[in-house]
């Protein structure tokens, strides 16, 4: 068991290029979430999925997509990445019908 | 939107006890979470409360609520240099949809 994976780990990009975040979970867990974590911020939601087929704009969605692949997954895309995009990003998921939600390992993006 | 408030920093020596102290604004908190994240690791749920509680205790851990101040801490009895870590209130509330809001976490170093 798992719990939340995320990979890549670390990924440097360059102003302008692509990439998708690939988050899985393996508890069953109906709801999952994408935060970015930045210093003296805490986290911020990016977007979550309340369940399969499912997906919802947080607090700060701009320059991010998301796709609810099926329950165990759900990817965060930069479609064209800005340095304001350098942050450290966190999947996590809960049962429906609760608010703990447990977290993965995280993603260190550095966008030059 | 709803606001949660944590002091940056907290030094204490090896053996002592540390309170960590968060403040938030929304009424409609329905559960208060602490969570603890190590250097280079994800979020690890410590322990939550309900927000018709005043006080759990779990080990070495103690979270106390006082709602009418909106005011909540957490204890670290006899703490060791592992417990060295940023940790991050949290709160879901009725009227952020039980989503997530972060403090900006405080940052514990235990001294030997």
């Known amino acids: 068991n798992a719990g939340v994976t995320q990979t890549p780990k670390f990924q440097v990009l360059k102003t302008g290029q692509s990439m998708t975040l690939q988050c899985a979970q393996d508890?069953?867990?109906?709801?999952m979430y994408w935060y970015r974590q930045d210093p003296g911020m805490g986290l911020r939601l990016i977007y979550y999925?309340?369940?399969?087929?499912?997906?919802d704009k947080g607090e700060v969605p701009n320059g991010y997509n998301v796709s609810r692949l099926n329950k165990r997954e759900f990817s965060l895309r930069l479609e064209s990445a800005a340095p304001s995009q350098t942050s450290v990003y966190f999947c996590?998921?809960?049962?429906?019908?609760?608010?703990?939600?447990?977290f993965g390992p995280g993603t260190r993006l550095t966008v030059l | 939107g709803e606001d949660v408030e944590q002091s940056l920093f907290l030094s204490v020596r090896e053996g002592d006890s540390s309170v960590i102290n968060c403040t938030y604004t929304?009424?409609?908190?329905?559960?208060l979470y602490w969570y603890k994240q190590e250097p280079g690791a994800g979020l690890q749920l410590l322990t939550y409360?309900?927000?018709?509680?005043d006080m759990k205790q779990d080990q070495r851990l103690t979270v106390l609520l006082n709602k009418k101040d909106k005011h909540l801490s957490l204890r670290i009895a006899d703490t060791q240099t592992g417990d060295s870590a940023i940790y991050f209130c949290a709160e879901t509330s009725l009227i952020a949809g039980n989503m997530l809001t972060f403090g900006g976490g405080t940052r514990l170093m235990v001294k030997p």
């Open positions: 409360i309900f927000s018709n509680m």
């Open positions: 999925s309340a369940s399969e087929g499912t997906t």
């Open positions: 929304d009424s409609s908190s329905t559960y």
């Open positions: 508890m069953n867990h109906n709801s």
């Open positions: 996590a998921s809960s049962e429906m019908g609760t608010d703990t939600q447990y």
